[in-house]
Nanobody, 129 residues
């Protein structure tokens, strides 16, 4: 059983940087694509960024493109989300997700929550203006 565990959330000011981490607890992330989603109060969960196992393919939501960077260290079984130029609208609980079947459909739908089988508990990010 793969259990993503997020860390690194906190309170920052607008324009500041923050790096979130997602480590594997239990089974490894081996072969799995990974993603970050977020959910703000009163809003639906939304896609932020995704990365393939090989790190060749990366995808971003338009709202974070150019500001956020997703990366992974497969030797450490950890995925990162570097958040630069943060904005108050980035305030949300950030979730890490693992795609569990190494299927090819992920490449067509990297932002679809249904592509992911394992989810973390989330870490709160608050950006003050």
């Amino acid at each position: 059983q793969v259990e993503p565990v997020e860390s690194g959330g906190g309170l920052v000011q607008s324009g500041d940087s923050l790096r979130l981490s997602c480590a594997a607890s239990g089974d490894r992330f081996s072969g799995y694509a990974m993603a970050w989603f977020r959910q703000a109060p009163g809003k639906e969960r939304e896609f932020v960024a995704a990365i393939s196992w090989t790190r060749v393919n990366m995808y971003y939501a338009d709202s974070v493109k150019g500001r956020f960077t997703i990366s992974r260290d497969n030797a450490k079984d950890t995925v990162y989300l570097q958040m630069n130029s943060s904005k108050p609208e980035d305030t949300a609980v950030y979730y890490c997700a693992a795609e569990g079947d190494m299927g090819s459909s992920w490449y067509d739908n990297p932002g679809d929550p249904q592509e992911y089988d394992y989810w973390g508990q989330g870490t709160q990010v608050t950006v003050s203006s």
